[in-house]
Nanobody, 119 residues
Framework: QVQVMESGGGLVQSGGSLRLSCAASGSGFGIKSMEWYRQCPGKQRDLVAAITTGGTINYADSVKGRFTISRGSAENTGFLQMDSLKSEDTAVYYC?????????????WGQGTQVTVSS
């Protein structure tokens, strides 16, 4: 069983920065992709950024140039550095990982961390 946990959310002023962390606990698997999603009340959950083990990175247009996704030096960890935050970035942010286990791909979600950007 894989457990995914996010941390680093909080309240920040417009123009400020936050760094979100993601960690996956468990063994016997390899992470194929680590992704960050966000969701506002009453809206769909949207992809913010994604990074594969091979280093391929994708960003949503709304965060390009402001957010940076990376894998941590510790195995099964990752980060989302958020700079120049706007009120529109306010949402619950979720870490999502796709793992390779016994030649199959499996999807796991964290519980989410709240990011609130004040105007």
């Amino acid at each position: 069983q894989v457990q995914v946990m996010e941390s680093g959310g909080g309240l920040v002023q417009s123009g400020g920065s936050l760094r979100l962390s993601c960690a996956a606990s468990g063994s016997g698997f390899g992470i194929k992709s680590m992704e960050w999603y966000r969701q506002c009340p009453g809206k769909q959950r949207d992809l913010v950024a994604a990074i594969t083990t091979g280093g391929t990175i994708n960003y949503a247009d709304s965060v390009k140039g402001r957010f940076t996704i990376s894998r941590g030096s510790a195995e099964n960890t990752g980060f989302l550095q958020m700079d120049s935050l706007k009120s529109e970035d306010t949402a619950v942010y979720y870490c999502h990982i796709i793992v390779d286990w016994r030649s199959l791909s499996w999807s796991y979600w964290g519980q989410g961390t709240q990011v609130t950007v004040s105007s």
